[in-house]
């Protein structure tokens, strides 16, 4: 429960949304949302508070309009004359004004006990994602290419009752209507383009995506998703997994969609929670990721500046092995792929770092996993290796995560040292960390790296990254930005033909403004 000094900061927030009507008020978060992701036009309705949407930094952020919904969602009530209305722009500026308060009373209360590095992390897991992963088709086709792996496409269709393209079309199209509709009667009839795309399952996908509005309201306000503490704004709550709403409106059964931007991601990488706990799936799933990463390196290499070499295979079950090796004359890539995702009380715990240390370990095995590749490279251990080995070339350690840890700083140092630790531990020269430092990237930096490595060179890429004393400890995708922003520009989509397989003609052209 929370304590008095807590809970009396909440209650100005808690105590205006009650005098708001909800529908009306998710209506117009909604639209605030998609002008900030999609920068589409607002409903006449809309007083709009063009002041504080073209302010910079911004006054209103998507991520503050996903805990103001979260908060309407319980609070507001749905039958009522309102007191207040979003619309009108002193309204939601006082709405917004109450969640930043909040927020600056949280950190007034615990002052003296947050640990600035931890919540900096905390931070950057919160906004990020709403300022890197807008609608686009690269982030699209990506993870329509992992989950629909033929081996993880069938564990898709046995968990969820729909391939994982059934999804994507299902996902996208209703998207393309509630990109300009706030609500849809129940059943919604969607056009699909497809004629076996029928009812039935529209039903399973509704099934997965959408949720009544009083369960969600009960899910929102359990322990497990939320309380009034350092944690309130950092939840991975249920509002992320069920972005459709199924609601009365003016007597109809009805669906809404207050952030089109999280139905986006739900059924992008969010397919990820239906799977996670099925038998075989952490198998498969990081199949899939090795064999895409592949692509990536086939793709980014038109000029055929590298050779790319995969695993090695051996038959020694202890031998060390490495997902990837891109080579080139005086340098190459050694790469580690892993799928494993931040856990939530590793992103959200300000005063427990247990578990954040217990993730890191798992990037530090990655990393040490490359290290001893390196050792069996140059002792000869593999036989008839596929990759020869030349000692006189740089080698660059990578490891590839699926999802963005945002590693910079000190959590960036805690998985150096834990390196250095294991290496010890390993008989491994700890010398390699300064000789060879590896770097964490997440996909969509090293989609980005692998086509400017391509055209510019391992070597000249990697070593201004790793071996500049203050760029070393920054994100992949920054360094590039600040070091090769006109290669940055000219990257491209990998993969536009499978962007095209995935949807039908009329369905690209629905989303085709977005």
């Known amino acids: 429960m929370p304590n008095d000094e807590i809970f009396a900061a909440y209650k100005p927030l808690r105590n205006y949304l009650r005098q708001l009507n909800l529908i009306d008020a998710l209506a117009t978060i909604r639209s605030y949302s998609q002008y900030l992701w999609l920068q589409k036009p607002f409903p006449i309705d809309v007083d709009v508070h063009w002041d504080a949407l073209r302010q910079s930094p911004r006054v209103i952020n998507n991520w503050e309009l996903e805990t103001l919904a979260r908060e309407i969602i319980i609070n507001s009530p749905q039958f009522t004359q309102a007191r207040y209305d979003l619309r009108k722009q002193n309204h939601l500026a006082n709405a917004i004004n109450k969640v930043k308060d909040f927020e600056n009373d949280l950190t007034k209360i615990y002052r003296g006990k947050i640990n600035v590095l931890v919540e900096i992390h905390r931070m950057a897991h919160r906004q990020f994602p709403w300022q890197i992963h807008g609608f686009n088709k690269i982030y699209l086709t990506r993870y329509f290419k992992i989950f629909s792996y033929p081996a993880l ?6 968990t969820t009752g729909l391939t994982t393209q ?18 849809l009667f129940y059943p919604p009839e969607i056009n699909l383009g497809q ?11 509704l099934k997965l995506f959408s949720t009544d509005y009083e369960s969600l309201k009960v899910k929102l306000q ?33 669906l809404i969609c207050p952030m089109p931007a999280l139905l986006f991601w739900r059924v992008t990488n969010g397919i990820y929670y239906e799977l ?5 799936f952490d198998t498969v799933f990081g199949e899939s990721f090795e064999y895409y990463i592949g692509e990536v390196l086939e793709k ?19 031998a060390p092995k490495i ?32 578990e954040l240390e217990k993730q890191l370990d798992i990037i530090a095995d990655a990393a040490l996993q490359i290290y001893k590749t390196i050792q069996y490279y140059q002792a000869g251990k593999y036989k008839s290796p596929k990759y020869k080995y030349n000692g006189s070339k740089a080698i660059f350690p990578i490891v590839v995560i699926l999802e ?9 140092r805690k998985v150096q040292k834990k390196v250095e630790e294991k290496m010890k531990a390993a008989q491994l020269p700890v010398e390699w960390l300064t000789e060879k430092p590896f770097t964490v990237m997440s996909v969509q930096e090293f989609e980005h790296g692998a086509q400017i490595i391509q055209s510019r060179g391992v070597k000249t890429v990697m070593q201004g990254k790793v071996f500049d004393p203050e760029k070393s400890s920054w994100c992949f995708d920054p360094y590039l930005r600040n070091s090769f922003q006109d290669d940055l520009n000219k990257t491209i989509h990998l993969f536009p033909d499978d962007y095209r397989t995935i949807f039908p003609k009329k369905i690209r052209e629905d989303i085709a403004g977005l």
């Open 153 to 158: 496409d069938k564990i898709v269709k046995e």
């Open 276 to 280: 996670c706990r099925q038998s075989g």
């Open 404 to 412: 963005d840890w945002f590693l910079m700083g000190d959590p960036l």
């Open 222 to 254: 359990s322990p497990t998703e939320r309380s009034i503490d350092e944690k309130f704004f950092y939840y991975h709550d249920s509002f992320k997994i069920y972005p459709l709403i199924r609601i009365n409106i003016s007597g109809q059964d009805s």
């Open 300 to 318: 980014a290499n038109k000029d055929n500046k590298f050779v790319i070499y995969p695993q090695e295979q051996t038959q020694s079950f202890n």
């Open 195 to 205: 004629d076996d795309l029928d009812v039935s399952k529209l039903d399973l996908f």
């Open 323 to 354: 997902d990837w090796i891109a080579d080139q004359d005086d340098a190459a890539l050694f790469i580690e792929c892993k799928t494993k995702r931040l856990t939530m009380p590793a992103k959200v715990e300000l005063f427990d770092s247990s």
């Open 166 to 183: 059934e999804i994507y079309l299902l996902g996208i199209a209703t998207l393309g209507v509630y990109v300009t509709k706030f609500s």
